[in-house]
Nanobody, 125 residues
Framework: VQLQASGGGLVHTGGSLRLSCKAS????????IAWFRQAPGKEREGVSC????????VYTDSVKGRFTISRDDAKNTLYLQMNNLQPEDTALYYC???????????????????WGPGTQVTVSS
């Protein structure tokens, strides 16, 4: 199982980015997938998750209305559309997969077994 996140970069406040996370080695349509982020000196934070077969979505309060999570199971790819980015969104963003089937997704990191290496998002003020 491998996860590879991409799409990070440097943007100005108010800008947009679209992160992608490509999974390989298995078909992930039944699994919950999530985005996490970690800023320097801060704990890892769950940003958003989407359930297997898109059963549910969850967003942390600080990104509601600005970020949209989606998945393309045919492409084994997870997305995070990030609009109106703010300096506090600056972090290393990770995707992760929970292979427990049949439960709604959450943003608790202890539920996720496989993690990608992350992609850096930097928002300048």
């Amino acid at each position: 199982v491998q996860l590879q996140a991409s799409g990070g970069g440097l943007v100005h406040t108010g800008g947009s980015l679209r992160l992608s996370c490509k999974a390989s080695g298995f078909a992930f349509s039944h699994y919950n997938i999530a985005w996490f982020r970690q800023a320097p000196g801060k704990e890892r934070e769950g940003v958003s998750c989407i359930g297997g077969k898109s059963a549910n979505t969850v967003y942390t309060d600080s990104v509601k209305g600005r970020f949209t999570i989606s998945r393309d199971d045919a492409k084994n790819t997870l997305y995070l559309q990030m609009n109106n980015l703010q300096p506090e969104d600056t972090a290393l963003y990770y995707c992760a997969i929970d292979t427990l089937v049949g439960v709604r997704c959450t943003t608790h990191d202890y539920e996720y077994e496989y993690w990608g290496p992350g992609t850096q998002v930097t928002v300048s003020s």
